[in-house]
């Protein structure tokens, strides 16, 4: 098997993925070159982040104004909130790979959808993490069972986490990268739900409505909230395509084992009819 | 004679699942079943808004609950009830008001208007805190030991605004204007 036949964006996997072309990796030189998932655009994207994690800090901590009510803890919107877009972000990416999977059968969605699922699996528990953390000062609780949101949220979180186990539990490729998707799928639905928890459940929840579309904001804790969704979006991609590189090398490395399973075994036949042959 | 050169099916490329994998799977859709179900075998209800803690009261009995209101800012007294601290207040949603003792200390967000979610019951007869009057005064109290306090989106400060006065969403009607009752 080779690389083409892993379906559409082939090329753009093989060239921009792992820098090196659409061979096979069967040459010492290219192992070389596809050794790292980095390159120039990532080293630059990964360079972004890093200042706008600098900048980010002096903004939530210097910048911004405290909170009449929760005085420093507000701090906390700048983490949890982008958090929570980019657990969104990366779940519906999850999502429309899924969906690309079983429609398609494009390996490169596949992969596309599995690197996003990790990283929405990350985004999700510093969701929770940051929110049980700014809950404590506000709410009076790291936690609380009856409200909706914190809970589906919980629930998104398990439902990850059992796409990933059942990633890494093996077997055929493609029945596994199927019922991935279809796990992927299923755990989507819960998007809308925690989304609007806050909406439909109004006045039956612990937790605030969206501070992004309903919120009274300051312009100034706007605008760094905005920063902080942007630097995430960042770090989201500059991982995401990393991510995604190891798995585009991944199922090469496994289109090259196959293709040396085969020789091996063509030449082992080649072997035993000379040996017959010459019988 | 030649050889059979038609590949065979190609062995999978990769060992049996690991058995812990299997474990964290069954792990997961356990736990995910059991938050499921301990919710859904929960009162669905998270909690009862203060008017309709009162409308159900005999239904609800002496049995534990959770209930919001927003406290009524002038009622609050803070005392000990022997070496317990206390925290007496009403508060009111949706035209209702309740008369509360809270056992321990207020949540560090506790202030007049600002809603809180608290667990408790019942009991039949007035509160007892020195320096409460209460605005309910209808010979029940509600028992709590556990407060949170249910923030809004507003993130203001109040350097540049002093205007906002947080309501219980929009039943707090009774907030701050029946203190002299």
């Known amino acids: ?192 739900i925690i989304n609007r928890s806050v909406e439909w459940w109004a006045n039956r929840t612990l937790h605030q409505k969206s501070s992004l579309t309903d919120g009274n904001l300051e312009d100034l804790t706007l605008f760094t909230l905005f920063v902080g969704i942007v630097v995430w979006a960042l770090f989201f991609v500059w991982a995401m395509v990393h991510r995604f590189r190891i798995g585009w090398l991944e199922h090469q490395l496994a289109s090259v084992e196959l293709e040396a399973a085969l020789v091996q075994r063509r030449a082992e036949a080649s072997a035993g009819s000379a040996e017959e042959a010459s019988l | 004679m030649t050889g059979e050169m038609t590949p065979r099916a190609p062995r999978p490329l990769r060992a049996r699942p690991a058995p812990w994998i299997g474990a964290v799977i069954a792990l997961a859709l356990a736990a995910a079943v059991v938050v499921l179900v301990l919710n859904l075998l929960a009162d669905s209800l998270y909690f009862y808004n203060a008017d309709e803690a009162v409308e159900q009261r005999e239904e609800i009995g002496s049995k534990r609950f959770t209930l919001q209101g927003a406290p009524i800012g002038c009622s609050i007294v803070e005392g000990f009830n022997g070496d317990e601290p206390v925290v007496a207040f009403s508060l009111s949603f949706g035209g209702a008001a309740i008369d509360v003792v809270h056992h321990g200390d207020p949540a560090e967000l506790f202030q007049p208007d600002v809603p809180v979610v608290l667990d408790g019951a019942w009991v039949a007869e007035a509160p007892l805190v020195e320096g409460f009057g209460g605005i309910a005064n209808d010979g029940w109290h509600f028992s709590s030991d556990r407060m949170r306090v249910k923030h809004d989106n507003d993130y203001i400060n109040d350097e540049e605004y002093d205007e906002r006065s947080t309501l219980a969403d929009d039943g707090a009607d009774l907030t701050g204007v029946v203190c002299e009752a």
Not at chain 1, 17 to 35: F, I, P, V, Y
Not at chain 1, 52 to 80: K, S
Not at chain 1, 155 to 172: E, F
């Open chain 1, 1 to 192: 098997m080779s690389a083409g036949t892993a379906g559409t964006g082939t090329g753009a996997a093989g060239t921009g993925a792992a820098g090196t072309g659409t061979g096979t990796m069967s040459t010492g030189d290219r192992r070389d070159e596809a050794a790292t998932t980095g390159s120039r655009g990532t080293r630059l994207l990964g360079l972004g982040v890093l200042v706008g994690v600098v900048a980010l800090i002096l903004l939530g901590f210097f910048a911004a104004p405290a909170d009449d009510e929760q005085r420093d803890a507000v701090r906390m919107i700048f983490v949890h909130v982008p958090s929570a877009f980019l657990t969104y972000t990366a779940l519906l990416t999850t999502a429309v790979g899924s969906v690309m999977w079983l429609w398609k059968r494009s390996r490169w969605w596949d992969i596309v959808a599995h690197s996003a699922a990790e990283m929405g699996v990350i985004f999700c528990g510093l969701t929770l993490f940051t929110g049980s953390v700014w809950g404590r000062p506000t709410w009076n609780t790291y936690w609380d069972w009856g409200d909706v949101r914190l809970v589906t949220t919980l629930i998104l979180l398990l439902m990850m986490v059992g796409y990933l186990a059942l990633r890494a539990a093996g077997g055929d490729e493609n029945a596994v990268a199927t019922r991935a998707a279809v796990v992927g799928l299923l755990a989507a639905v819960n998007l809308p």
